[in-house]
Antibody, heavy 122, light 108 residues
Framework: QLQLQESGPGLVKPSETLSLTCTVS??????????WVWIRQPPGKGLEWIGK???????YYNPSLKSRVTISVDTSKNQFSLKLISVTAADTAVYYC??????????????WGQGALVTVSS | EIVLTQSPGTLSLSPGERATLSCRAS???????LAWYQQKPGQAPRLLIY???SRATGIPDRFSGSGSGTDFTLTISRLEPEDFAVYFC?????????FGGGTKVEIK
């Protein structure tokens, strides 16, 4: 059974960089057919897609966050990571990693991590 | 960007009743690339429906999806106690991928 697990600091100061890692276990990380994504959810609010990365490292970001986001992949560790620079309180959210198929018609998310709450506060 | 509007915001029903949830898109969703998720407190969303009407693996057949173009519906034929949760729709026909604001199904 595929499992995803987010890890990283739960508290980040304003203007600093938020960094999270997602570790994938149980199979399929090396498959070229899957892409890996980050999604966030502010407390009590809806979901926002942040961006995706393929196993080969090809990325695509939400235009609303593109100037501040970097997603990278470490295939040797079955991990992919999120960096969000210049954070503000508005970036406080539960951050989820998830899986989708890379093809055009596969943009739904079938496996999710449990989520990591990141609070931006001094 | 396609904006998804879900209605109602809250649905108060009793176990055994039928639930009908709506998701309306600001533009046509290409190829009916519309998914539905269920989220319970403190948990990640769970995929229920993709392609507007295809059930994901392991999802009971009391959950069904329908619609095309700009209007989509999630129906729960008979509510079970474990079905009381928040439901989100998501479109993946156009980038950026977007989600609706959610409908909470609560016990009446």
């Amino acid at each position: 059974q595929l499992q995803l697990q987010e890890s990283g600091p739960g508290l980040v100061k304003p203007s600093e960089t938020l960094s999270l890692t997602c570790t994938v276990s149980g199979g399929s990380f090396s498959s070229s057919g899957y892409c890996w994504v980050w999604i966030r959810q502010p407390p009590g609010k809806g979901l926002e897609w942040i961006g995706k990365i393929s196993y080969s490292g090809s990325t695509y970001y939400n235009p609303s966050l593109k100037s501040r986001v970097t997603i990278s992949v470490d295939t040797s560790k079955n991990q992919f990571s999120l960096k969000l620079i210049s954070v503000t309180a508005a970036d406080t959210a539960v951050y989820y990693c998830a899986r989708r198929e890379c093809n055009y018609g596969g943009g739904y998310f079938d496996y999710w991590g449990q989520g990591a709450l990141v609070t931006v506060s001094s | 960007e396609i904006v998804l509007t879900q209605s109602p915001g809250t649905l108060s029903l009793s176990p055994g009743e039928r639930a009908t949830l709506s998701c309306r898109a600001s533009q046509t969703v290409s190829s009916s690339y519309l998914a539905w998720y269920q989220q319970k407190p403190g948990q990640a969303p769970r995929l229920l429906i993709y392609g507007a009407s295809s059930r994901a693996t392991g999802i009971p057949d009391r959950f069904s999806g329908s619609g095309s173009g700009t209007d989509f519906t999630l129906t729960i034929s008979r509510l079970e106690p474990e079905d009381f949760a928040v439901y989100f729709c998501q479109q993946y026909g156009s980038s950026p991928l977007t989600f609706g604001g959610g409908t909470k199904v609560e016990i009446k």
